[in-house]
């Protein structure tokens, strides 16, 4: 069954995670098939292929091709894998999806506007849990060093968006909230702090990440914005749906069973 849209609310589907390779593949596309259903925009939160190859970024187009709504994406570490990233990012770019990468886009829905900010992030570490950039291998290292990095690129791609409704789309977590269910030695490599704090500066409504696969859904920032992590397996489901009405402070979290015909 179709769900009621609530007047003046804009429908957000998010996912993450997809880890497309062969045993999965034709897992999303019924679902996706009928996302006008339920949502307006789909937000693809990283780790959209399982190791960056070429046949997994195929089977992701497969998945994604001529989608009912507009789909924004974000790449997450295992899309760069094979040092790939950049053509999964054009594959997808030449299918429709818009890619962010420290950049922002502004799209019109229902006669409301609705900004979107996407960064990779990275680790870093959170209050009580830090990081160590100055530790362990080249990858570590540089992996810990760009959550802070990807921090400023996030706050100056949302301060670029020139509407009122904005959210902030990483990979990686920008609070612990969403980690729960992780265990707390490796909290500072799931996620940095720096990233909240550009998602409260930005102004942003609603932030989606994914990456902690055995973390939770619902989260906030210090700031009070609502953290959802919706990566695959905490979701269950082939995407979550949460309503946004500008000039609320809050989405309304919508629990659904993705509509088939």
């Not at 789909?42 to 994604?64: I, M, P, Q, S, Y």
Request: charged share 20%.
């Amino acid at each position: 069954m179709t769900a009621a849209r609530t007047g003046g609310c804009i429908r957000v589907a998010a996912v993450a995670d997809l880890h497309m390779r062969a045993a999965v593949a034709g897992r999303f596309r019924p679902d996706f098939r009928h996302l006008s259903a339920d949502a307006d925009i789909l937000l693809l939160a990283g780790d959209l292929t399982d190791g960056g190859t070429r046949v997994e970024a195929d089977l992701l187009c497969a998945e994604l091709d001529g989608l009912p709504v507009p789909v924004v994406a974000v790449l997450g570490n295992h899309d760069h894998d094979q040092r790939s990233g950049y053509l999964i990012a054009a594959r997808l770019t030449a299918l429709g999806v818009h890619v962010l990468d420290g950049t922002a886009i502004t799209f019109e829905i229902e006669g409301m506007r609705l900004g979107i900010a996407g960064v990779m992030g990275g680790s870093g570490g959170f209050p009580g849990h830090p990081g160590t950039p100055d530790e362990g291998s080249a990858e570590h290292r540089a992996r810990m060093r760009r959550g802070p990095l990807d921090a400023l690129r996030l706050r100056q791609a949302l301060d670029s968006i020139d509407c009122e409704t904005r959210i902030a789309l990483m990979h990686f977590a920008p609070v612990i909230d969403t980690l729960a269910g992780e265990p707390a030695k490796i909290y500072p490599g799931l996620g940095c702090h720096d990233l909240a704090e550009s998602v409260d500066a930005g102004g942003a409504a609603l932030a989606v990440h994914g990456h902690a696969h055995g973390g939770t859904e619902f989260g906030c920032t210090p700031g009070g914005v609502p953290v959802r992590n919706v990566s695959f397996p905490v979701l269950g489901r082939s995407y979550a749906v949460y309503e946004i009405v500008p000039g609320s402070d809050r989405p309304e979290d919508r629990d659904r069973i993705p509509s088939r015909p």
